[in-house]
């Protein structure tokens, strides 16, 4: 009985040591992406925004966010989001017309990811709005008539 209660307590206080305590983050997009679809460059801003909260026990510091390149900007929160708080990153794609696969690399003091490191992504594709020619559409109808 004895050996049970001592393997118990050894059991217990060691899942108690490895409970991380400090500034969680938690992401809502799922797997940390957002995918703009099938976009329209005339019609869509391309800011998109990705949204947390910090599910830890103390405040949340994102030091740096940046991009694999210029086409994508994203901006920070400047102050610490506290526990039970949440916060968004913004996201402006400019909209070059083709497929977007880009990565955003987001710096912080979460303890629940290896060295407060996190990437988030974007996706999807931006076409070029199809502009109807009047003069070809007024020639179709006149021709119908």
């Known amino acids: 009985m004895k050996k049970a209660l001592l393997l118990l307590a050894f059991v217990v206080s060691g899942t ?11 992401f809502t997009a799922k797997d940390n992406t957002i995918d ?11 800011i998109r925004s ?3 909260k910090n599910t830890g026990d103390a405040p949340l510091i ?7 390149c210029g086409c994508t900007v994203p901006s920070k929160p400047d102050a610490p989001i506290a526990p039970g708080k949440t916060g968004k990153i913004d996201v402006k794609y400019n909209m070059n017309t083709g497929t977007i696969r880009k990565t955003i690399t987001v710096e912080s003091n979460a303890v629940n990811y290896e ?3 996190i990437a988030l992504k974007i996706k999807g594709e931006v076409i070029v709005k199809k502009e109807e020619n009047l003069l070809e559409k ?3 109808i006149l021709e119908k008539s």
Do not use: C, L, M
């Not at 703009?36 to 391309?46: A, C, I």
């Open 16 to 26: 108690a040591a490895f409970a991380q305590t400090g500034p969680k983050i938690e």
């Open 36 to 46: 703009y679809g099938t976009v329209s460059k005339e019609t869509d801003s391309g």
């Open 50 to 52: 990705f949204e947390f």
């Open 62 to 68: 994102i030091t740096n966010v940046k991009s694999t």
């Open 115 to 117: 060295d407060g490191i």
């Open 138 to 140: 007024k020639k179709s």
